[in-house]
């Protein structure tokens, strides 16, 4: 178990630390628009579209990574009031009603949306040139399907912890 959790870890190290590098595609994007507006007073047609989907990819694709390192925002105002060992029974608590049940809300609802994107080839109807969104939507919910894995060893991990033995 311990090898497994340490693959998942690590891959999605890898992942949210590969996407990570789109930020210089984003700001290279802007860069670029702002030029061609303001320099050139001809803006992009393109722009828009990029900018959102890169930035989505950025944020997205780093999720399971920051939720491993205990990075997303929580209220700790009265969590950290508590022993150690309170907060992970919380944690163990509270993952499965508010965690894995808004992730697996949320997962159906983007897999039914995902499925449907790519039956229409779904384009991007707030765009003038209107890209193809099927990927876009894709890609989102690879993200959660990562951070849904994440979630699950990280409270196995709480798990074992609790129950006295050494985190895996």
Do not use: C
Request: charged share 15%; aromatic share 16%.
């Amino acid at each position: 178990m311990r090898k497994v959790f340490h693959m998942i870890d690590i891959f999605n190290e890898k992942v949210g630390k590969l996407f990570g590098w789109f930020i210089l595609a984003l700001i290279a994007t802007m860069v670029y628009e702002v030029i061609s507006r303001y320099v050139f007073h001809s803006p992009t047609l393109w722009s828009y579209d990029a900018t959102y989907m890169l930035s989505s990819v950025v944020v997205t694709m780093g999720f399971a990574w920051t939720y491993r390192e205990k990075g997303h925002v929580r209220v700790d105002v009265v969590y950290n009031l508590f022993p150690a060992k309170v907060r992970l029974l919380l944690d163990i608590l509270l993952t499965p009603l508010l965690f894995f049940l808004f992730m697996s809300v949320g997962l159906y609802a983007m897999l039914q949306d995902v499925i449907h994107s790519w039956g229409i080839h779904e384009l991007a109807s707030i765009s003038s040139i209107k890209p193809p969104i099927y990927p876009f939507k894709s890609w989102i919910l690879f993200a959660l399907i990562l951070l849904l894995i994440q979630g699950v060893v990280e409270w196995i991990r709480d798990i074992i912890e609790l129950s006295g033995g050494e985190r895996p």
